[in-house]
């Protein structure tokens, strides 16, 4: 069993930034990736940013320079640093984390992110 619990969501408005974490704990010590997707009103889920093991991020064309994605390995706990968020930014966020099979993947319940003025 995997469990991922996020933190950090809330209300901002445009430009304003805010910090995502996801904390991982279960049977599982270590993850091929750990990342955040989002998922807005009428929208498909989609990827935000993902961190492999190794530390190589990958972004949304979308986020790019304005999103960082990290993690603490020893914490088992990645983080999603928004800045200059925009009113499109605003989604449920989802932490996800895949491990070596294709049936290791798990997800976190959500956390809101509202940008607006």
């Excluded at 209300?11 to 996801?22: E, K």
């Excluded at 499109?88 to 319940?109: F, H, L, P």
């Amino acid at each position: 069993q995997v469990q991922l619990v996020e933190s950090g969501g809330g209300f901002v408005q445009p430009g304003g930034s805010l910090r995502l974490s996801c904390a991982a704990s279960g049977t599982i010590r270590t993850f091929r990736t750990m990342g955040w997707y989002r998922q807005a009103p009428g929208k498909e889920r989609e990827l935000v940013a993902d961190v492999t093991l190794g530390g190589s991020t990958n972004y949304a064309d979308s986020v790019k320079g304005r999103f960082t994605g990290s993690r603490d390995n020893a914490k088992n706990t990645v983080y999603l640093q928004m800045d200059n968020l925009k009113p499109e930014d605003t989604a449920v966020y989802y932490c996800n984390a895949k491990g070596w099979g294709s049936a290791m993947n798990y997800w976190g319940k959500g956390t809101l992110v509202t940008i607006s003025s």
